[in-house]
């Protein structure tokens, strides 16, 4: 298996899990520590492209360009972005009324190097901690100690048989301490045990992008085991946005994720921006073309041994005031009603306030 760049599956490295019944075991199989919901916690049961796949990952995948579907989840027919000039921030996006501008003329849009951290909650378990070789930029002089992640997470959830979900998520530019890694809002479809999982949001990561901006990311998983950012078998779909693209901060966007024509489609704003093919599971004797559950969540990386944070989440603001980030209107493609299960995985630092069944507020200031 070639090495992960994101480095949560370095080999050697114990991983424990917890089980309902609170037996422990521990394996040298990974780097991540995840710890099972309790049942009393859990959800209801509710009525660029070819080069980075070459890269990443093995055997054959259909590499024929297949056409998007003719409206985006949401209903819209697409049409193109409202793009800024490469190269531009997010804050000039924001007041130039621009909906994402492309990487610098030159640049790859897949991360060099070691990937940032990653987390994710499925309907059995949360990631809560996790070991990996990349260390947040620091300083001159300052050299890291640890190279532990705890994730913290406000997070809408529901089993549901569905193609596709689709939401209105706020994106922030959130305040990232020196020592912690990301902090991000997405989308994620899942297969019902959570082994398969489709993502798609924004991310405040200097690992990942370089800079403090918020950022467009995609990210799958194949068998639990962890791909990579906006590569490792993506598609790219006509236009000039890619993954790894900036985007206005302070504002609310759509995100959206659908299943058609034997892919996974992703879908931003006003357009399709791409796609992962479902060979990507086939290979692996997967079929995965249906979700099992879905997931809307704010999500902070933090640093080895933190018992407070410093960084944002969402736009920083407590989800106690009406001023704070929000998911609304989360739906389904052929699914059931929604009806999310909303929790925090850190009340004290990062508490959530439902607002329907389909929208809450996320995020905070963190412990500062």
């Known amino acids: 298996m070639l090495k992960s760049r994101r480095g949560l599956m370095a080999a050697g490295l114990a991983i424990a899990v917890v089980g309902a019944i609170g037996v422990v075991s521990t394996v ?5 520590q995840i710890e099972s919901v309790p049942e009393a916690s859990a959800p209801a049961e509710a009525s660029d492209a070819a080069g980075a796949d070459a890269a990443n990952a093995t055997g054959p995948l259909a590499t024929a360009s297949r056409k998007p579907p003719p409206l985006l989840p949401w209903g819209d027919r697409p049409k ?20 994402a501008a492309p990487a610098e003329a030159g640049e790859s849009l897949v ?7 990653k987390g994710r909650t499925t309907r059995n378990s949360i990631l809560r901690t996790a070991v990996t070789d990349v260390v947040p930029p620091k300083p001159p002089g300052l050299k890291a100690e640890d190279k532990t992640v705890n994730f913290m997470y406000n997070t809408g959830a529901q089993s549901a048989d569905t193609a596709g979900v689709y939401a209105n998520i706020t994106i922030g530019r959130p305040e990232l301490d020196r020592d912690d890694y990301h902090s991000l809002a997405e989308l994620a479809l899942q297969s019902a045990d959570g082994s398969q999982t489709i993502e798609v949001g924004w991310t405040v990561d200097r690992v990942v992008n370089g800079d403090d901006d918020p950022h467009l990311f995609v990210f799958h998983w194949v068998n639990d085991v962890a791909q990579c950012y906006n590569g490792c078998g993506w598609i790219q779909a006509d236009g000039e946005i890619k993954p790894g693209a900036t985007l ?3 504002v609310t966007k759509k995100f959206g994720i659908q299943y058609y024509d034997k892919g996974w489609w992703i879908a931003y704003d006003t357009a399709w921006i791409g ?10 004797g997967v079929k995965f073309n249906r ?12 640093g080895v041994n933190k018992d407070k944070t410093c960084t944002d989440m969402g736009n920083g603001t407590p989800s106690s005031k009406d001023t704070a980030a929000r998911v609304s209107s989360v739906s389904y493609i052929d699914g059931p009603p929604v009806d999310l299960f909303i929790y925090s995985t850190a009340e004290k630092t ?19």
Do not use: H, M
Request: glycine share 16%; aromatic share 14%.
């Open 28 to 32: 040298n199989a990974g780097a991540d």
């Open 80 to 99: 193109k972005l409202k793009r800024g000039a490469a190269g531009a921030t997010s804050s000039k996006l924001r007041s130039q009324g621009l909906s």
């Open 111 to 117: 991360p060099k190097g070691e990937y940032g951290p």
């Open 248 to 250: 206005p901060y302070g």
């Open 275 to 284: 796609y992962f093919p479902e060979e990507i599971w086939n290979k692996q």
């Open 291 to 302: 979700s099992g559950y879905v997931q809307v969540y704010g999500e902070v990386a933090a």
């Open 350 to 368: 990062y508490p959530v306030a439902p607002v329907t069944a389909r929208s809450f507020r996320y995020g905070g200031p963190g412990d500062c």
